[in-house]
């Protein structure tokens, strides 16, 4: 009989790998291993990533691409095939942050229940699938990940809540991963007026796969919530000043957010 994988240690040995298609083959693998029942979780497991031997940056990630602020990434026009390249690029390298965030979710929070930690495998399984589509489509457009400069606003925020995972659930999954459910229909329009229906399909099976995420960091957020007493609307305005998160601006998606667990009190906020 094989032995047994234990999910959270072997998610922090993904997070810490730098190749990305290592990454998203060592994810699948877990990902099986996980549908074949040969994997435990220890939820009390507590991994000490200071250690010599485990001293390697978290996350793993390849040397590029550059990393700049949001304003120097380069504008992406849909005229050429390189701008078109371009925004492709900059979802890939969204989708490799989710990923990571995803993994990161896994193993860093102990003491929740089993549901919490294979709810993320589900998360970093697709956004994998994910990544690896929009980076073979960048090398149908002819560049590859890395070719281009990207910026890391969404990492920023999963290293600002490495200490609580209530900031995490309100501050990544249903703030920022949200965003996507409001820009990814325009986007997907635009590329597809230029004629890319390659890259529109993509967007379509992203668009639905992160209303699944979104709902996950919604229905984690409220549990938590719940465990500790605190009123999810009230928490969630508190935690946004305290680490101060971004100020959302519409056009917001109400029909997604609303799949996605969003409620009508809160769905007030977007309209």
């Given at each position: 009989m094989a032995q047994s994988l234990e999910l959270r240690a072997h998610a922090l040995q993904c997070l810490l790998e730098p190749d990305p298609a290592t990454k998203t083959a060592l994810i699948a693998a877990l990902a099986q291993a996980h549908l074949a029942g040969d994997w435990v979780v220890d939820n009390g497991a507590v991994f000490d990533v200071t250690r010599p031997d485990a001293a390697r940056p978290i996350p793993g990630r390849p040397e590029r691409p550059l990393l700049v602020p949001p304003r120097l990434v380069g504008r992406r026009s849909m005229v050429t095939v390189e701008g078109r390249a371009m925004l492709v690029h900059s979802l890939a390298h969204i989708e490799f942050n989710a990923m990571n965030l995803a993994l990161d979710a896994l193993w860093r929070f102990p003491d929740l229940p089993e549901a919490y930690y294979t709810d993320w495998l589900r998360v970093a399984k697709e956004e994998a699938y994910h990544f690896s589509m929009l980076a073979?489509?960048?090398?149908?457009?002819?560049?590859?990940?890395?070719?281009?400069?990207?910026?890391?606003?969404?990492?920023?925020?999963?290293?600002?809540?490495?200490?609580?995972?209530?900031?995490?659930?309100?501050?990544?999954?249903?703030?920022?991963?949200?965003?996507?459910?409001?820009?990814?229909?325009?986007?997907?329009?635009?590329?597809?007026?230029?004629?890319?229906?390659?890259?529109?399909?993509?967007?379509?099976?992203?668009?639905?796969?992160?209303?699944?995420?979104?709902?996950?960091?919604?229905?984690?957020?409220?549990?938590?919530?719940?465990?500790?007493?605190?009123?999810?609307?009230?928490?969630?305005?508190?935690?946004?000043?305290?680490?101060e998160a971004p100020v959302l601006k519409g056009p917001f998606n109400l029909e997604a957010r609303r799949r996605a667990g969003f409620t009508e009190a809160e769905l007030v906020d977007f309209s």
């Open positions: 073979a489509h960048l090398h149908v457009l002819g560049y590859g990940y890395g070719d281009f400069p990207a910026h890391d606003s969404l990492w920023e925020m999963v290293e600002k809540t490495r200490g609580d995972v209530v900031a995490r659930m309100a501050l990544v999954p249903r703030t920022l991963e949200a965003r996507g459910l409001d820009a990814i229909p325009p986007l997907r329009a635009k590329i597809a007026q230029a004629g890319d229906m390659a890259a529109a399909a993509i967007l379509d099976i992203i668009l639905r796969d992160e209303v699944g995420h979104v709902e996950i960091g919604n229905r984690w957020y409220r549990y938590l919530c719940e465990r500790r007493g605190l009123d999810p609307q009230a928490a969630y305005g508190e935690l946004a000043l305290r680490y």
